[in-house]
Nanobody
Framework: QVQLVESGGGLVQAGGSLRLSCAAS????????MAWFRQAPEKEREFVAA????????DYADSLAGRFTIDRDNAKNTVYLQMNSLKPEDTAVYYC???????????????????WGQGTQVTVSS
C-alpha cells in the first residue's frame, strides 16, 4: 500500500510560479512511474507530466509547452512539479499518482496508476 499527499498549491498571479510536492509513504519501494494530473471544474482529469523511478524518462502534456518540470527525489520519497509562466487556464486541482508497474514506456493514462493523492488546489488569477 502507498499513500500520497500533495502540498504547495495556492493562489498566484498569471506569469508566476509554484512548486508542488508529493510525499509518498508506505511501500514506497513499489512505486515505479509517478505522475501529475489535474482537473478543472466541469472538465475531465487530464495528464500533466510523468517520470520514471530512475529519473531518466520524463513526459509532458503537449499543451504545457515546456512551462512545467517534473522531478523526484527517491531518497525523500517525494515527487515535484515546478510550474512556471502560469496561466489562468492552469487553474485546477492537481493530483499526484504512482504506478506499481514500470519499464518500456512511461504511463500516461489514469487507469494505469494505482495510487492517488487527495489533490491540491492551484488558482491562477489574471
Amino acid at each position: 500500500q502507498v499513500q500520497l499527499v500533495e502540498s504547495g498549491g495556492g493562489l498566484v498571479q498569471a506569469g508566476g510560479s509554484l512548486r508542488l510536492s508529493c510525499a509518498a509513504s508506505g511501500r514506497t519501494f513499489s512505486t515505479k512511474d509517478m505522475a501529475w494530473f489535474r482537473q478543472a471544474p466541469e472538465k475531465e482529469r487530464e495528464f500533466v507530466a510523468a517520470i520514471s523511478r530512475s529519473r531518466i524518462s520524463t513526459d509532458y502534456a503537449d499543451s504545457l509547452a515546456g512551462r512545467f518540470t517534473i522531478d523526484r527525489d527517491n531518497a525523500k520519497n517525494t515527487v515535484y512539479l515546478q510550474m512556471n509562466s502560469l496561466k489562468p487556464e492552469d487553474t485546477a486541482v492537481y493530483y499526484c499518482a504512482a504506478s506499481s508497474i514500470g519499464g518500456l514506456r512511461l504511463r500516461k493514462n489514469i487507469a494505469e496508476y494505482d495510487y492517488w493523492g487527495q489533490g491540491t488546489q492551484v488558482t491562477v488569477s489574471s
